[in-house]
Each structure stands twice: as C-alpha cells, then as structure tokens.
C-alpha cells in the first residue's frame, strides 16, 4: 500500500469530509435514534432488495446566490445607517426521467436586504431590487436572510412542478425548510459532522456504490430522518463518494426506508465524473449542470455593480 491518498475533490473546493468531521466522531450533541430500521448493534450495509423501483421520475431542485454589493442603507430611527447586501439568486428545477434530463424551470430574483425597516426598492438599469428584511446587521443574519429567500423560491418552484404521485424530488442541500413537501429528499455531499457513534460510522466506510446504511432519526435544532448511501467512487480516501440523504421526520419507519431504498437506486446512475466535475462523484450531473446554468442566469456581476452604484447616486 502507498502511505497516502489523495482527496478526489479538486483543492479549491472543501475537502468532502471535513478533518474535524473525524476528530470528533461519536462527540455530537446531535439526538440519534439508531434502531429506527434496524437494532443500533446489528447495523450493516444495506442492498435494495428486488422489490424496490427507482422512483420514473426524479426532480432535482438547486438554487444559487450571489452578493452583487456591500450597502448601507439610510434609517432615520438610527445614528447611522445599517449595513445590507444587495444580491441575485436564482432557482431551477431539473425533471430526470426514462427518456433523459430536461430544464422544467428557472427564475431569478433580486433582493436588497438589511434590518432597517426603510430598506428601499431599488430599480436600476439593469435590474430591480426587492427590499428584504434581516433580523439584524451581523453578516451571519443577513447571508441567512438571502438563504431563507433562496430555499423559499425553491419551494414554489416544487409545488409548482410536482405532478404524478410517484416522483421523487431532490433538493441539494439540508432539508431543513422543506420537510413539508411530500416524497422529498434532502441531498448533503459536503460532511462536516460525523453524526454517527464509532460503531455506525465503520459501517459507511464499508457500505459498496449502490449501498446504504439504515434509516436513523436525527435531531439538532429540528429533526429528520437520514442515511448515508455510496456513490460509484475510483478513489481509497476516507468516505469516498458518502452523501447523506434526509427525509421528513414524519415518516413511518417503513415510508422512509421504502424512500431511501428508492433514493439509493436512482443516484448512481446521476453520479459525476472526474473529469468533467471537481467534486465527483458526489455532485450529481443535474445538479452540476444546474448551478451552471443558474449562476450564468444571475447576469453580469460587474455591470449590476456599476449600476447600482448609478442608481446609489439618485
């Protein structure tokens, strides 16, 4: 054996198990309900077994920011004006089903957001900023303020396009803000937590591509069902090609392992490739290619820049 691997994902990129994730194995404060599927001792690698189908139809769900300036924004109930941001997001949806991918939808919003509740719509020359509130001015509150306004066109978008009874929908990231949504997957590729105790977690380092663990309950600030599955992976790094998948927590054990056997099915055949994708496997071919359709969507970066400032000027 050589005396090291190399993290598949490209160095620009966080690596996709974060050190810290590994230094603090079973040290979480996360509630665990380990024996939602099976005993927590008698946890094992799971095979979808011959009577699970892949759902026809998979919608992939992405959204994306971008901040476009740094403002300030003029309160007369204040001594000075507060600090906002002024952004672009954007959010698609992608149907995957027997006869390929299709783009069903994009749109693109615009939002300048602080805590001052004369934040103003903004119209440019290129474009218009609807006024949005920030709890208060930290840079944490206002990137979550824009967030919850991401996750939130994301959900219309879903609603919109969910049709027949059996398609699945997969949003990228943590399904925190929409475990409402009936038949809906949330997709995390990035693992900065090792939530699970020593004895679970050696049981994802030997799950095979197209394996699962079992279903487990998991509870920070809101709960959950999860589990990890394994995407085709080249690579002998520590959780190559893990994502973790989460469903609502108001599913019975046998909906949500019913939900994960399907999940576990249909992902690898969407897994990325090296060659074209960085972050390989784990960032699936619709959704790498809907980040780059989106972020195109979110215009001139520049030009936006300049014009505000235009429009800053009176």
């Known amino acids: ?5 190399v993290d598949p994902w490209d160095p620009g990129y966080a690596a996709a198990l974060a050190a810290e994730a ?4 079973g040290a979480t404060s ?3 309900i380990l024996d939602v599927e099976r005993p927590a001792g008698d946890w094992k690698p799971v095979t979808p077994g011959p009577g699970a189908r892949a759902p026809e139809t998979l919608l992939v769900a992405d959204g994306v920011r971008r901040i476009d300036a740094r403002v300030w924004v003029n309160d007369p109930d204040a001594a000075m004006p507060m600090p906002g941001i002024a952004a672009s997001y954007a ?3 992608v149907r ?3 006869d390929g991918a299709e783009l069903a939808d994009v749109e693109v919003h615009r939002a300048l957001i602080s805590a001052s509740p004369y934040t103003p719509e903004v119209k440019t020359a290129h474009a218009d900023y609807r006024p949005g509130r920030a709890a208060d001015s930290t840079v944490e509150e206002l990137s979550l303020a824009l967030q919850r306004q991401v996750t939130q066109l994301e959900v219309e978008l879903s609603v919109r396009h969910r049709g027949m009874a059996d398609d ?3 949003v990228d990231g943590p399904l925190r803000g929409r475990g409402h949504l009936p038949r809906t997957i949330g997709y995390i590729k990035t693992h900065h937590t090792a939530y699970l105790p020593p004895a679970q ?7 095979a591509p197209g394996q699962r663990t079992p279903v487990f309950l998991m509870g920070t600030s809101w709960r959950r069902h999860a589990w990890y599955v394994r995407l085709p992976a080249h690579s002998p790094t520590p959780w190559a090609g893990i994502v973790r998948c989460e469903a609502s927590a108001d599913l019975d054990p046998a909906e949500a392992a019913g939900l994960a056997d399907a999940v576990t099915l249909a992902l690898p055949p969407l897994a990325g490739v090296d060659y074209k994708d960085p972050r390989a496997p784990q960032n699936l071919v619709p959704i790498g290619g809907l980040e780059k359709l989106l972020r195109h969507h979110l215009g001139d970066a520049r030009l936006l820049y300049r014009a505000l400032r235009t429009a800053s000027r009176g």
Do not use: D, K
């Open 22 to 25: 590994f230094s603090e194995l």
């Open 201 to 207: 977690s050696a049981v994802v380092s030997s799950l």
């Open 96 to 98: 995957c089903g027997p």
């Open 1 to 5: 054996m050589t005396a090291f691997s």
């Open 30 to 32: 996360a509630e665990l």
């Open 168 to 170: 699945l929908l997969l």
């Open 91 to 93: 959010a698609g949806i």
